[in-house]
T-cell receptor, first 114, second 115 residues
Framework: QQQVKQSPQSLIVQKGGISIINCAYE??????FPWYQQFPGKGPALLIA?????SEKKEGRFTISFNKSAKQFSLHIMDSQPGDSATYFC?????????????FGIGTKLQVIP | EAQVTQNPRYLITVTGKKLTVTCSQN?????MSWYRQDPGLGLRQIYY???????DKGDVPEGYKVSRKEKRNFPLILESPSPNQTSLYFC??????????????FGPGTRLTVT
């Protein structure tokens, strides 16, 4: 059973456009929502993260929108560039017993075309 | 440079031949994890370790073993690999809870093929 549902699995966006990736979760105990970016041949790297007490977080061209009541969160990439072409993973974390368990979505392969 | 290293990066082996994938981090992190990445399934946690000599199962532990004898090292052991363990494997480490830093640092990955 997928605890974090991510869509779409692949996305093609024109340079300068907005890329939007959506995620949904069921477990209301999740208290941390990171997004990871993975380039081919590399390991994932943290891009941006949000906690459920905040509805939006922006870092440069990347914005997380968080809707607690709908149990959904999304990543928006403004002015998308070819260098943004990568696989993006949303995730949700629960802190329990001093350890944070993180569950990942299936990933979205983004291609930004010139 | 702060990093997580894995070896080997690529490995082709045959069914049943024991193998070990090494993982090492130089950030003095207490927490380390192993994940496998498969198309359409994302990243799934295999095992994790909260500290030296403390390990526990993740979501897909069957067929794998781990050990944590030193803080910096967290090897993944496949005692009898099978073709369904063909995958891309990532080791990750994380800072101690209470520091406010929850970022996981991932290694470069090990692509394993079991024939």
């Amino acid at each position: 059973q997928q605890q974090v549902k991510q869509s779409p699995q692949s996305l093609i966006v024109q340079k300068g456009g907005i890329s939007i990736i959506n995620c949904a979760y069921e477990n209301t105990a999740f208290d941390y929502f990171p997004w990871y970016q993975q380039f081919p041949g590399k390991g994932p790297a943290l891009l941006i993260a949000i906690r459920p007490d905040v509805s939006e977080k922006k870092e440069g061209r990347f914005t997380i929108s968080f809707n607690k009541s709908a149990k959904q969160f999304s990543l928006h990439i403004m002015d998308s560039q070819p260098g943004d072409s990568a696989t993006y993973f949303c995730a949700a974390g629960i802190t329990s017993g001093g350890y944070q368990k993180v569950t990942f979505g299936i990933g979205t392969k983004l291609q930004v075309i010139p | 440079e702060a990093q997580v290293t894995q070896n080997p990066r690529y490995l082709i082996t045959v069914t049943g031949k024991k193998l070990t994938v090494t993982c090492s981090q130089n950030m003095n992190h207490e927490y380390m994890s192993w994940y496998r990445q498969d198309p359409g399934l994302g990243l799934r946690q295999i095992y994790y370790s909260m500290n030296v000599e403390v390990t526990d199962k993740g979501d897909v532990p069957e067929g794998y073993k781990v050990s944590r004898k030193e803080k910096r090292n967290f090897p993944l052991i496949l005692e009898s690999p099978s073709p369904n363990q063909t995958s891309l494997y990532f080791c990750a480490s994380r800072a101690t809870p209470g520091t406010g830093r929850y970022e996981q640092y991932f290694g470069p990955g090990t692509r394993l093929t079991v024939t």
